[in-house]
């Protein structure tokens, strides 16, 4: 049976070399860019499609875009979500133009949620968040998707372009909401081109990827009138929940960690994560740890050392058994609790400029 990467669940891939394979996607390249990101370096991003096009955009300093959409079906996100956010800033700090759309149709027909509870969700959390986590509001365009006509016409338009077999192919099911939902965001990952034709690079989680192959194959079908460039795409590893069992998902909120979130609650959380320490206190002294295994160096790797010889310092001293489950979950505590008070302080700030943003005004 052949496999499928599915943007529906919850699941972490066995082996992320192989998925490279599978997929036909590209090995990440860290020559490509130039000064990359903390993520970008320790291998969280991992893969791409296209990639050498943006690459000869930054080092020319040619046009280009960076997209990404926010589904404001919940009064929070989790921590996994600042990945795609640091991916943005990079290509802005490298020149890309940024797009965030709101995907309030997306929202309402998925999960329920009204247009009107969307847009309020958008501009009163989700946008103020994106932005505290490091997105550039002077260098980015937000719209909504339901005010987006042209985005609309794309997908209409786009829906004729690919069959009921092609879809289940690509996706595993082929629901009428699955299907417009997938065809809209074909239309808002080409939206930024209507305008001005230009190469545009989408940073997403691997499960995101057949988006990013359905769009690439309705451009190559409608190349005589549309001429698009097909996107690339910039694919990131799951930040794992604290058990490790599946990606980090509200679903299992005892094992996610979720923006914002009471420090005290977040601790606690942090204290029953998994480890990659040994049975007895003796045995870890003697044969060290395993933080390949380990969740709070995850957590370090990806989002909480931004210094690399801390991040090597850690990792020798869990294998040396130097460094201790206790006492690594207690400096991952503070670390969170730093994060956690400059977050919150980033998002209070971001809220009172809202009404100062750059959002395409439809006719």
Known sequence: MEKIIDPYSADLPEDYSRMIKDFGLEEFNLDMFPDPNRIMRRNVVFAGRDLGIISKCIKEKKKFYVLSGIMP???????????????????????AKAYILVADLESAAARGVSIEEAKQRALEFHIPAYIA?????KKTVFYFQSENKDVIHLAYEFSKKITLNEFR????????GRIMSAVTQVGDILYPQIEERMPGI????????????LTRDIVARTKSKYNF???????????PSLDGSMKMSKSKPESCIELPEDTKHVCKKLK??????RDSLEEQKRLGG??????????????????????????????????????DKEICCKKMEEFMEKFQKDLEKARKHVD???FVKFK
């Open 356 to 358: 100062k943003l750059n």
């Open 133 to 137: 986590l490091g997105l550039d509001p």
């Open 73 to 95: 079906s919940g009064e929070r996100i989790h921590f996994g979500n600042k990945l795609v956010v640091e991916n943005i800033r990079y290509f802005q700090e490298h020149g």
């Open 229 to 239: 460039f097909a996107p690339s795409a910039l694919y990131h590893k799951y930040t």
């Open 169 to 176: 192919a690509i996706y595993g099911n082929a629901d009428p």
């Open 202 to 213: 989408i940073p997403v989680g691997i499960d995101q990827d057949p988006h990013i192959r």
């Open 290 to 327: 395993t933080p390949e295994k380990c969740m709070i160096y995850e957590l370090y790797r990806s989002h909480l050392m931004e210094d690399d010889d801390e991040l090597n310092k850690t990792y020798h001293d869990c294998r040396k058994g130097t460094l201790l489950c206790g006492h």
């Open 272 to 277: 029953r994560a998994l480890t990659g320490g």
